[in-house]
């Protein structure tokens, strides 16, 4: 709750110190203005004690230096905080940035492919439409053209026929969502493959050049590279003279100093133009890593290509499953080679978003008059400093209390992660600010789990006789000079020194402005979901058609298993039909015999004309 409380209270502090910025005509962000209260707060030289509660007056003060720092104008102190700033908010590493590519390319496909997946087209105008939306999917998909553009539309439109006939519409309406998908990112796959190798075959070359069908790409590459070449070889020959002038400047012997230059404005002009040189050389480890990826897509697209040309070459049919693999895997190369030219586009914007940052020091120091201070100093490059000092090696037996790193222990000692960017902290505490490369050749010292490089050997044997008092040196410059913190990677790095700790300040904050203003959050009642699902299905006989689909009743059987385990384990039941008492009556064949009748008659054989006699022969019944 204290901490919340105290968040809140410098959230106000840094409100009104924007707006006396405006007020003055100086344009601030919440990040810098938050960035000089801490380190006006942290510098010892404005009197903050994190052990005490600060008062009314403290935070006017606070707001005040701040203030004044924010609009002072052409101070590269100021611009060398800017750029980091900047740089941090702009830079991404190279997977983080690809990823974001992937990101942006989905949110302009979302619209168009929920049209296409949604249509219930009957009619023969409503296919078409949607067929042409599908044209315009591939074509974003591919980034070969615009849909403004007739002639890519044309290329897109006659590549699509070839792989999926407007015949086949119907068919593609009757799949499920998913399924429409995956057949959208298959046919943009197919159509980009057609177009690359119908460009490719329209020229006579044998061998396929991927930078000659597409000069964008081409320039792309070219003005990248070497806008941040030139850009970093300008940097570097400034900070080759801020720090020869600073050398001289700094002397041990005062009669050997230059005594018309200020030598706090060197400091900050020296540190501008190195923190610009660090991060130029970011970008061009970057950009060369991007050109080494085009070279390497560029060879494997041109024999994707030819593969693909005799595949098809002489023949008057080729089957789908030969030859549709091919035309996929020539889409993802060309994929590869877009991020990588978006990737070298966003190192170039970054390289110019940069150059407002060094107009300070180059208002105070013209080249003209820099040069003057260069004659009567001794130029030398980062290269030729470590290249005097290169003889030079530590014996770990001078100083057998120290651990120290050397080329014949150690492998690969230019690799390791050293402390302050690899600057000698000895000579930044003791030759007032000045910035000179460590030379790890010297002998790497390490004390504490960290490990530091010097510019001299004289240099490692101070350091290493009190090491805890430079690393407190260091600590205090960088107070004085913020701009140090990010330079020699020291904003990780608790500043405080006191024994109250950053916490403890904000607390201090926190009590200070409770008896002076009111404050108070207000949340939302009813927030909105940021995860929106795009898969969702309003529709139950949708959800009961996957259902059915994903069950696969055709090509299931119901069986059950006996074993020992589950014998008499489960309770069941049965009926049966108990019998019953039941009788039967059947017919019984029953009568009684009486005389049958019997009649004689006499005459029937005799004369013609004799009398015919009947004679009863019956027996009596009750004989």
């Known amino acids: 709750m204290a901490r919340s409380l105290a968040k809140n209270v410098i959230k106000i502090i840094v409100d009104e110190i924007v707006r006396e910025c405006e007020r003055r005509g100086a344009a601030v962000t919440e990040p810098l203005v938050l960035f000089m209260v801490k380190a006006v707060a942290q510098d010892p030289r404005n009197q903050f004690e994190y052990g005490q509660l600060l008062s009314s007056q403290d935070v006017q003060k606070l707001k005040e230096l701040c203030v004044e720092r924010l609009t002072e104008k052409c101070s590269p102190a100021l611009d060398t905080i800017k750029m980091q700033l900047n740089f941090d908010g702009s830079y991404t590493p190279r997977q983080d940035f690809l990823e974001e590519i992937h990101q942006a390319l989905e949110s302009q496909l979302v619209q168009i492919t929920r049209e296409i997946t949604d249509a219930r087209a009957m009619t023969r105008e409503e296919l078409e439409t949607v067929y042409h939306q599908v044209v315009f999917y591939t074509l974003l998909c591919s980034a070969m053209g615009s849909p403004a553009d007739t002639n890519a539309v044309h290329e897109a439109t006659a590549a699509l026929q070839s792989v999926f006939p407007q015949t086949d519409l119907v068919s593609f309406l009757d799949l499920s969502k998913r399924d429409k998908e995956q057949r959208l990112q298959e046919l943009a796959a197919l159509v980009t493959g057609v177009r690359l190798f119908m460009g490719a075959s ?92 085009v070279e390497t897509l560029r060879t494997e697209l041109s024999a994707q290509m030819k593969l693909l040309r005799e595949t098809v070459q002489s023949r008057a049919a080729v089957l789908k499953s030969v030859v549709y693999p091919l035309l996929k895997d020539l889409s993802k190369l060309w994929r590869e080679l877009q991020d990588e030219a978006a990737l070298l586009n966003k190192l170039d914007d970054i390289t110019l978003s940069l150059q407002p940052f060094i107009t300070s020091q180059a208002t105070m120091f013209p080249e003209t008059y820099l040069d003057s201070l260069v004659e009567t100093a001794e130029l030398k490059t980062d290269e030729q400093r470590l290249a005097e000092t290169g003889h030079e090696r530590m014996d770990p037996a001078q100083m057998e209390t120290q651990e120290w790193l050397t080329s014949e222990t150690t492998t690969n000692l230019t690799g390791l992660p050293l402390q302050y960017n690899g600057f000698c902290g000895y000579t930044l505490v003791h030759r007032d600010g000045l910035l000179l490369p460590g030379n790890p050749q010297i002998g790497v010292l390490k004390h504490k789990e960290m490990l530091f490089a010097f510019s001299s050997k004289e240099a490692a044997l101070k350091f290493a006789s009190c090491p805890d008092d430079v690393i407190a040196g260091v600590m205090t410059t960088s107070k004085h000079f913020p701009e140090l913190l990010k330079l020699l990677n020291l904003h990780q790095q608790p500043l405080c020194v006191h024994p109250k700790s950053e916490v403890q300040s904000e607390e201090s904050l926190q009590e200070m402005a409770i008896t002076r203003s009111d404050s108070g959050t207000q949340t939302d009642i009813h927030p909105i979901i940021a995860n929106i699902d795009r898969l969702y299905q309003w529709n139950e006989w949708e959800h009961r058609r996957k259902a059915i689909k994903l069950a696969d009743l055709r090509t299931k059987a119901t069986h059950s298993t006996q074993t020992d385990l589950s014998y008499m384990r489960r309770e069941s039941s049965t009926q049966t039909w108990l019998p019953k008492e039941a009788s039967t009556q059947t017919g019984k064949g029953d009568g009684s015999s009486v005389p049958r009748p019997l009649t004689y008659l006499a005459g029937l054989s005799g004369p013609k004309n004799a009398p015919l006699i009947s004679f009863n022969l019956t027996r009596p019944v009750d004989e």
């Open 202 to 293: 329209s020229r006579e070359e044998e061998q396929f050049d991927i930078f000659q069908s597409m000069p964008a790409l081409t320039e792309t590459l070219e003005v990248a590279s070497k806008s941040i070449k030139k850009e970093l070889s300008l940097t570097e020959t400034l900070v080759w003279k801020y720090t020869a002038v600073l050398e001289d400047a700094t002397r041990p012997d005062p009669e050997c100093r230059q005594q018309d230059v200020s030598i706090v404005l060197l400091r900050q002009a020296l540190y501008n133009v190195r923190q610009h040189q660090a991060f130029l050389r970011v970008l061009q480890n970057d950009a060369d890593l991007c050109v080494s990826h």
